[in-house]
């Protein structure tokens, strides 16, 4: 049962252009959702996320939005850049015992951007 | 300020054998995490460790087991070592508890063969 969706495994995007990856989730209890980029050989960086009482947060080059109805939330890059080249990851919080938290991951999406 | 520290970075195991991997949390940090991500995959939940006790854990059958020791350092062993646990095994560090504000090492890729 995969509570964390990202449907595109892969996107390519030329230089300069608006990046949108998106991720879709079935868990309404979750309490926020982050974004991490992975580069081949190293651990996934935190790149932006988002409270579950928000719609928007926006950080530089980034923005997240978040639809609470639609169970849905995409990462916007502008202008995207040949060094956003990673795969990128969604997750969510969720709770553990004694209001600890673990996160749950999407399979991944692999951004290409083309110089 | 260190990062999270993973050894080792590659292993070669046999079906059957038992296997530990380390990792070193970041200063400051008194929670890790550790995750199992198959190839393809997104990262799995496997446990986390808070103050030196197992604080919840994913659906990872009893032979992953873990340790956190006092200075918040922690192992991950797996024992009966079988063909589906050839993974990259992450380990995160987070402050108190949270999984807000986790940091990833590297990683460490187990093949077993």
């Known amino acids: 049962d995969q509570q964390v969706k990202q449907n595109s495994p892969s996107l390519s995007v030329q230089e300069g252009r608006i990046s949108i990856l998106n991720c879709d989730y079935t868990n309404s209890m979750f309490d926020y959702f982050l974004w991490y980029k992975k580069y081949p050989a190293e651990g996934p960086t935190f790149l932006i996320s988002?409270?579950?009482?928000?719609d928007k947060n926006e950080d530089g080059r980034f923005t997240v939005f978040l639809n609470k109805s639609a169970k849905h939330l995409s990462l916007h890059i502008v202008p995207s850049q040949p060094g956003d080249s990673a795969v990128y990851f969604c997750a969510a919080s969720s709770s553990l015992q004694g209001g600890s938290e673990k996160l749950v991951f999407g399979k991944g999406t692999k951004l290409t951007v083309n110089p | 300020e260190t990062g999270v520290t993973q050894s080792p970075t590659h292993l070669i195991k046999t079906r059957g054998q038992q296997v530990t991997l380390r990792c070193s949390s970041q200063?400051?940090?008194?929670?890790v995490s550790w995750y199992q991500q198959a190839l393809g995959q997104g990262p799995q939940f496997i446990f986390q460790?808070?103050?030196?006790?197992?604080?919840g854990r994913g659906n990872f059958p009893p032979r992953f087991s873990g340790l956190q020791f006092p200075n918040y350092s922690s192992e991950l062993n797996v024992n009966a070592l079988e063909l589906d646990d050839s993974a990259l095994y992450l380990c995160?560090?987070?402050?108190?508890?949270?999984?807000?504000?986790?940091?990833f090492g590297s990683g460490t890729r187990l093949t077993v063969v």
């Open positions: 460790y808070y103050r030196e006790e197992e604080n």
């Open positions: 995160a560090s987070s402050p108190a508890g949270t999984g807000y504000g986790y940091t």
């Open positions: 988002i409270s579950s009482i928000k």
């Open positions: 200063s400051g940090h008194n929670t």
